[in-house]
């Protein structure tokens, strides 16, 4: 009878921890439309528009960043964790390399897509949101690698819950303080290489996270994943492309306010 009580509880604890997990989750996931609306509110319909339009071109980048690479750790890591590290390594690598290329290209065509859309308001924020996508899939790499592993709750806290709860809290001080859509794009970027940071924190919960940081700089790259990488890639990017014409259409013939009430509906 003591025994049946005792697994009746622990059953009861259980639940109660999963229930409690399954409504923080909830509640951090309403921080995402809560991010958007203080944004349109803050930044009104044109600033807004300024900074989802500049959003939308960045993201279009983002499967050259991530660079297939995400299949591969799933594929490797799945394998066994012996060279788990050095997999991961090399993944972040290439992913470091290609969102370093892309902030650079970004950055500096920046005045040439506000001179050719006829936007100069989007140089600033498009120049602070090319750090994104280098942040963002670092992330994911190591949340990636951790669920090959069978370890799904990483990725949960890193994605479901620290990162939606970051960017609305660096956006919110941002936007009080008045600094705008290129401030709002900013503390984007911060709030990403944040949530970067507790990918790697979780990370190390499951592999050894200063091998697999050393393999970043040495070791053997692995050239059949970027062999595979390279077609899926530009597919993806055609893809994205076709995905975006119409804000691309937009972004060229209508004003900052008809953006911004595009991206709000």
């Known amino acids: 009878m003591t025994d049946r009580w005792a697994e009746a509880t622990s059953d009861a ?9 399954n409504v923080l989750g909830i509640v951090a996931q309403a921080s995402l439309p809560a991010f958007h609306v203080q944004l349109a509110r803050f930044l009104g319909a044109a600033g807004y528009g300024l900074y989802t339009w500049s959003a939308m071109f960045v993201d279009l980048f983002s499967v050259v960043t991530l660079f297939g690479c995400d299949q591969a750790v799933m594929r490797q890591v799945s394998l066994g964790r012996r060279a788990s590290a050095s997999s991961v390594g090399s993944a972040l690598r290439v992913v470091l390399v290609s969102g370093a290329l892309v902030f650079a290209g970004i950055w500096l065509a920046a005045p040439s897509i506000g001179a050719f ?25 190591f949340l ?27 956006t919110s001080i941002a936007l009080r303080a008045g600094f705008g859509p290129s401030g709002a794009a900013a503390a984007v970027a911060i709030g990403m290489g944040a949530t970067a940071l507790v990918a790697a924190a979780l990370y190390a919960r ?38 975006r014409i119409d804000s691309f259409f937009l972004g060229k013939y209508g004003d900052a306010t008809e953006l911004g009430a595009y991206a709000a509906c």
């Open 13 to 21: 604890k259980r639940d109660a921890r999963g229930a409690a997990v």
């Open 144 to 170: 990636v690698a951790t669920q090959a592993l069978g370890v799904m709750r990483w990725a949960f806290w890193a994605r479901s819950v620290a990162q939606p709860i970051v960017l609305l809290g660096t």
């Open 206 to 243: 499951e592999l050894p996270l200063g091998e697999t940081l050393r393999a970043v700089f040495v070791g053997r790259l692995d050239r059949e994943m970027l062999r595979v990488a390279v077609p899926l890639v530009l597919a993806n990017l055609l893809w994205a492309l076709v995905a």
């Open 117 to 141: 859309v006829g936007k100069p308001g989007v140089v600033a924020p498009l120049r602070c949101l090319a750090l994104v996508p280098l942040f963002y899939h670092a992330a994911t790499i």
